[in-house]
C-alpha cells in the first residue's frame, strides 16, 4: 500500500482529493449515480485509480463529463457506452463479459467446479478405502477381539 | 576470517572511517552471498552421501550468512542515520533535516534497501531453522539449510547484480533528496518488515516441502515442523496486511482501506494460500492424509511470494505501488522465480507418488471439511491471480487493453469468501475420521438462530434497503458465535466448565479467536461499505455544519511549521447534540524539499464509529474545502485482522510445539530413578 500513496502524488500539482465541491450536482440522486460510475471507470493516465479516487486533472474533466451525460438523461450504462467509445474498454475498471472476457469471468466458477468435482472424487477415494480396512478383521482377531471383550 | 580482521589488516587500512563503514557492509553483502553459494551445495552433498561433516556445515554457514547479512544491513543502517552523501541510495532516498525514525526507515523505503531487508529476513529465518531445528533429522535439516541457502544465494546475486545498495556517488552532493514524504509515516517502520517476514516466512515452507520431497519423505511428524513455520509467516502476513490497509486508511485521505491493486493483491494470494496450507497441514499432522497437496501448497505459496517480489518490482504490472520499473531486475526475479517454482514442481512431479495418503475418513468428516476450506481459499486466490495479470495477458494475446480493478475484484472474489463464512463454524466443529452433519449442526443451532436475529434486526432498523449490511453483520455474527460454540462445545458437560474452558489447550484458543476475528473483519467491512456517508463542501472558519448526525465547526486554519515541512492545520471541532466529543486537526502538509504535499487526515476513533476529517485547498471566494466522513464499524476490519494474528500467535504456542522443539533435549536429562 505503500507505494499507492507515492503514485498518487506524481500526478498532481495541488494537493486535493478527488472529487471537489464545486463538481457536485444539485440532485442527491444524479450525484449518487455519477459517484456510482465514477468508481467504474480508471483514470486514463493513473496507475489503476478509479476517476473517483484520482486528482489528476484528467479524471476531473472525465467526472464532469459523466454528469454533464447524466443532466443530459443518459442512463448509467449510456455514459459508460459514450465514454468507452472515445478511450477504448481501458477506461473500464470491470471488464464486460464477452469475448476473451470470458475467461477472466469463467476462471473462477470454472476452477470451483474443477476443484469441487476433483475435490468430491478425492473424498470419495478416501471413503470407499475405508470400507476394506474396517472389514478387515480376519477369524483370529475377532475370537481374540471376543475373547477381550467377554474377559 | 573475519571481514573487519581482514580489512583492518590490509595495508594502509588501519582505521576504519566513517566512509569505510559502507565497504564493509558491501563486502560482507559479497561473503554472505559466497557462505550462500557454498550453504546451497554443501550440505546437500553431505545428505546424498550421509557424510556428517558435510551435513554439519549447513549450521554454522546459515548462522554466518545471517551475521554477514546484518553487518551489511547495519553499515547500511549507518550511512542513513549518520546522512552519508556519498552513497547513492541515501542522497535519492535521505536528508539531513530528516527526523531519526525516518532516516531509520527509511533504509527500507526504496528498493535496494528493501530488498537488502528481504534477504535479512531470509538468512534470518534460515538461522531460526537451525536455532529450532533440534528435532529435525541430520538429513532432513541439512536439505532444508541448503534450500533456505539457494533461495538466499540467489536473492543476493539479485541485490549484487541489479540492485546494489552499496553504490557510491562520484561527486557527493551536499544534501540529500529526501524520502517521499508520504513514506516519512510511522507506517512505514512497521508495515513493511511484518510483510517481509511474512513473504519470506514461506520460504521455509518452502524448503521443508522441497526438502521432504528429496527425502521423499513426508509424515505425521513433518507436518509437525512445517505447520508452525506456515503459521507464523502467515501471522506475520495477517500483520503486516492489515498494517498497509490501515496506514492507507488514515494517510490517503479518503478512508479507502483496501484498492484491489497489483502489489496488494501480491500480499493478499500468498496470504491466501498461506491459510489454506497451515489448514491442510493440520490434515497431514492429525491424520496423515492430504500430503502431496500439502506440499504442492508450500510451493504454491512461496511462488505466490516470488510473484509478488516480481510484480512489485519488475512494473511490468502498472500498479501505483511499482517500486521501480527496471527491465533487467524483473528479468532476473523471472528467472529466479522460474527456477525455485519450476525446479520444486518437477522434483514434486517425480515424487509425489512416493507420499502415500495413511489415513482413512467419511464423505462428512473434518477431514472433508479441510478440503473445501483448502478448494474456497485456493479457488480465491486464483481468482485474484487471473485478476490481477489478465491485462498484461489480454494485451499480449487477445489484443484487447484493458484495465481490472476494484468492481471486477468485489464481484468475482467475494462470494467465496461468503461461502467460506457460511461453512466455516460447521466445518470447525465436525469430527475428525467420520461425523453426522445432523448432530454437528444442531450444537450450532443458537449460533444460527443468533446471526439471523442480529440479520434481521439491522434490516428492520436500517434507512437503506442494501442487503450488505445486515447480510455481512449476520455473517460476522455467524462466524464469532460458532467460534464460541466450538470453545464450549470442547468443554463438554456438568460443572466447572469455565475452569476447563481455561485450561483447553492453546491451539483450540487460537482457532476459535482465528475464525471469530475473521467474522469481525467481515462485520467491519459489510458495515463499512454498506453505512458510509460522505460530505464534501466548502467550509468558512467558524462556520457549522451536520454530517451523520454529528456536528463540525471549523474554529480556525493555522499555519504550524513541522521538523521537515510546513502543516496547514485545520482546527475542527466534533460534537453531537450539543455536547462536545473532541477537537480534531486535520492537516497539509508541504516538504519543501521533496517538493510534495500530503494530507494527514483527522479522525475521531469509536469503537462502533470514526468520524474522518479532510483538509483541502481555500477557495477562491473565501473557505476552505472539506471533507467529511462517517465511517461506522471501521476499526473492527484491523481488530478483526489483530484477532486473527492473535489466534495465530495462541496456536503458535501451543504446548505440542513446545514440546516437539524440545525433544531432542528431553532424552538428556534420563530419567529420574524411581
Redesign the interface.
Known sequence: MMKRVLMILLFLASPVWAVQPDEVLEDPALEARAREISKDLRCLVCRNESIDDSNADLARDLRLLVRERLVAGDSNEEVKTFLVDRYGEYVLLNPRMGGSNWILWGAGPAMLILGGVGGIAYLRRRSRAAAPGEAALSEDESKRLDEIMNR | MYPARLLLDAPGCALITRGMIAELGHFALILAFVTACLQMIVPLVGAQKRWPGWMAFAEPAANLQFMLTLVAFAALTYAFVTSDFSLQLVVLNSHSAKPMLYKVTGVW?NHEGSMLLWVLIVTLFGAMAQWFGGNLPPTMRARILAVQGSIGAAFFAFILFTSNPFIRMQVPPFDGQDL?P??QDP??AF??PFLYLGYVGLSMSFSFAVAALIEGRVDAAWGRWVRPWTLAAWMFLTVGIGL??W??YY????G?FW?W????NASFMPWLIAAALLHSAIVVEKRE?LKSWTVLLAIIAFGFSLVGAFI?RSGII??????ATDPERGVFLLLILGVFVGGALTLYAARAGVME?K?????VSR??AL??N???L???A??VF??TI?PLV?EM??D?????????FN???TP?MVVLGLILPIGAMLPWKRARLGRTVRGLWPAAVLALAVGALIWAIQTERSALGPLGLMLGTWLVAGAVTDLMSRTGRGGNRLGRLARLPRADWGKAVAHGGLGVTMAGIAGLLAWEVED???VQTGESFDVAGFTLTLQAVERVPGPNYVSTMGIVELSKNGERISNLTPE?R?YPVAG????EAAIDNGFLRDVYV?I??P?EGGGW?M?TYYKPLANWIWGGAILMALGGALSLSDRRYRVAAGARKAPMQGVPAE
Open positions: 523505503g517521499n508520504l513514506l507506517g512505514l508495515h513493511p498497509g490497509s496506514w492507507a494517510e490517503l485521505g479518503w479507502g484498492f491493486d497489483p502489489v496488494e492424509s512489485t502498472t500498479s501505483v505501488h511499482a517500486f495418503a489415513g482413512v475418513f467419511g464423505l477431514e472433508s478440503v473445501f483448502n478448494i474456497l485456493g479457488v480465491s486464483f481468482v487471473i485478476g489478465w489480454s494475446f487477445f484487447r487493453k484493458l484495465s481490472v480493478g476494484a468492481p471486477f464481484q468475482a472474489f467465496f464534501i463542501r466548502v497539509k508541504v510534495q504535499p500530503t494530507t479532510v483541502g485547498d477557495q474545502a471533507r
